[in-house]
């Protein structure tokens, strides 16, 4: 199964570094002249922007994840250390928490 998540994670990293050079490339591009224009791109900008700032953390986590496959801890919650279901991992392979910890984590964020 990691050999799978890997290959997928791997992919997913390509993916996401090219997302983030083509926004990096977009906003640090030449502004047009004509002012209702330039207005336009800047709204635009604040949409590349969050895009980026998603692309970046999504990137980050794609790296944690490799680097928990190399050491062996993949599957392992890092919060308290139970095996993350198999299911979990599929649909979010740059996932470091079981559902219950990451349930927690939301919740106290939310208070």
């Known amino acids: 199964m990691h050999s799978t998540a890997k290959k997928n994670l ?12 083509d926004v990096k490339k977009s906003l640090t591009s030449k502004r047009n002249q004509d002012w209702s224009e330039a207005a336009i791109e800047a709204e635009n900008d604040e949409v590349l922007e969050g895009i980026f700032t998603e692309a970046s953390e999504e990137l980050q986590q794609v790296e944690f994840a490799l680097q928990r496959i190399k050491e062996g801890e ?3 919650c890092s919060e308290c250390n139970e095996a993350i279901n198999k299911k979990r991992l599929k649909i979010m392979p740059y996932t470091s928490l079981c559902i219950k910890c990451a349930q927690k984590l ?5 208070n």
């Open 10 to 21: 791997k992919s997913l990293k390509k993916e996401l570094k090219k997302r983030v050079k």
């Open 74 to 76: 993949y599957s392992k």
């Open 106 to 110: 939301e919740y106290a964020s939310m």
